[in-house]
Nanobody
Framework: VRLVESGGGLVQPGESLRLSCEAS????????MTWYRQAPGKARELVAG????????DYADSVKGRFTISRDNAESTAFLQMYDLKPEDTAVYYC?????????WGQGTQVTVSP
């Protein structure tokens, strides 16, 4: 089982990034997917989640209207489109796949927002 995040980087405030989470080793289309982030010295927090069929989506209040979660079950990939990035969005971003007792995490990708 693997979850591999990519797309992070260094951007200026107001810019955009698109994170990807490529899954392998399990039936991706059966799993809910969630993006989390962890800033230095802070607890990991939920950013956005999407159901296996993309019908349900949830967002943290801090990113509503700026971030969009999506998935492509044919490509076994989840996405996090981030617009209007702010310095407080700086963190390591992780994707998580969960179904019943199965719970998988990626290794994370760094997003840094700085002037």
């Amino acid at each position: 089982v693997r979850l591999v995040e990519s797309g992070g980087g260094l951007v200026q405030p107001g810019e955009s990034l698109r994170l990807s989470c490529e899954a392998s080793g399990f039936t991706f289309s059966n799993y809910g997917m969630t993006w989390y982030r962890q800033a230095p010295g802070k607890a990991r927090e939920l950013v956005a989640g999407i159901s296996s069929d993309s019908f349900d989506k949830d967002y943290a209040d801090s990113v509503k209207g700026r971030f969009t979660i999506s998935r492509d079950n044919a490509e076994s990939t989840a996405f996090l489109q981030m617009y209007d990035l702010k310095p407080e969005d700086t963190a390591v971003y992780y994707c998580r796949a969960r179904r019943q007792s199965n719970d998988y995490w990626g290794q994370g990708t760094q997003v840094t927002v700085s002037p």
